[in-house]
């Protein structure tokens, strides 16, 4: 009696782990099921791809065939490494403004899920890139700088994508402002001949003249100013002389 009734918490604990156990790998294969017929998050890597076929080729190559240069290969890695920072600069844009919206309810799992499987592989792709660098080239530790110099190259790209969208757009930004240019001076001349055609021919008269009055000159007589005397209305004031004062001077003498 003692041994049936320590039987029945041990099978009915058994049953319940195997149970929790099956449900588990259910869930699991279902998950991993559901997670490959997931739409990827990036298309085909296509330079991992010629990479990995360049490899093959110049590993399954005989004696009699030619063989891969090292430096055609170097050429594809970096090619790949190339691709793998354009993903990450892609998933790491898009990352906050997706967390955002799983916490606001605004995408679903899947969307999430597709995320995550996409940093997955570019992680691992980014880890397989470093150790193929260095297989390539040991002594130079080019897989510590590999990305570097692929960040680099997608900079110099960027810059000469740009570069060609303002020569493309340079013809017509050019005759833009050769219109504008003009329209502006067309405008500057009609606000300074405007004033002058409103005002009555009278009035265009009388402005030259009095212009003309202002380029009188007035002469003054040469010599030291004297005291003017006073006159009678009409006619101009005589200037005094010295005459009397001189008189007294020779009386005295």
């Not at 003309?212 to 200037?239: F, L, N, R, Y």
Request: with cysteine; proline share 6%.
């Amino acid at each position: 009696m003692d041994w049936l009734s320590l039987l029945l918490p041990i099978g009915y604990l058994g049953i319940l782990v195997l149970s929790l156990g099956t449900f588990s790998r259910l869930y699991r294969r279902r998950k991993a099921s559901a997670a490959a017929s997931l739409a990827p998050w990036f298309p085909p890597h296509r330079p991992r791809q010629i990479y990995l076929s360049l490899l093959e080729d110049s590993e399954n190559k005989e004696k009699g065939d030619e063989v891969i240069p090292s430096t055609v290969l170097k050429a594809a890695l970096l090619r790949r490494a190339i691709e793998d920072v354009r993903r990450a600069t892609i998933l790491q844009k898009a990352k906050p403004a997706l967390t955002q919206l799983l916490q606001r309810g605004g995408v679903g799992d899947e969307l999430w899920q597709r995320f995550q499987i996409a940093e997955a592989e570019l992680k691992n792709d980014v880890d397989d890139v470093r150790a193929e660098a260095n297989a390539l080239a040991a002594e130079q530790m080019w897989g510590a700088t590999i990305f570097q110099t692929a960040g680099e190259c997608v900079g110099h790209e960027q810059l000469q994508v740009k570069l060609r969208e303002i020569e493309s757009t340079r013809a017509q930004e050019k005759e833009d402002w050769e219109k504008r240019r003009e329209s502006v001076a067309e405008n500057f001349m009609k606000e300074i001949q405007g004033p002058t055609k409103d005002l009555p021919a009278d009035t265009k008269d009388a402005r030259k003249q009095g212009s003309g009055d202002e380029d009188g000159v007035i002469v003054e007589p040469d010599g030291p100013m004297s005291p003017m005397t006073p006159g009678t209305p009409g006619t101009p004031a005589t200037p005094a002389t010295g005459g009397g004062k001189k008189k007294k001077n020779k009386n005295r003498k």
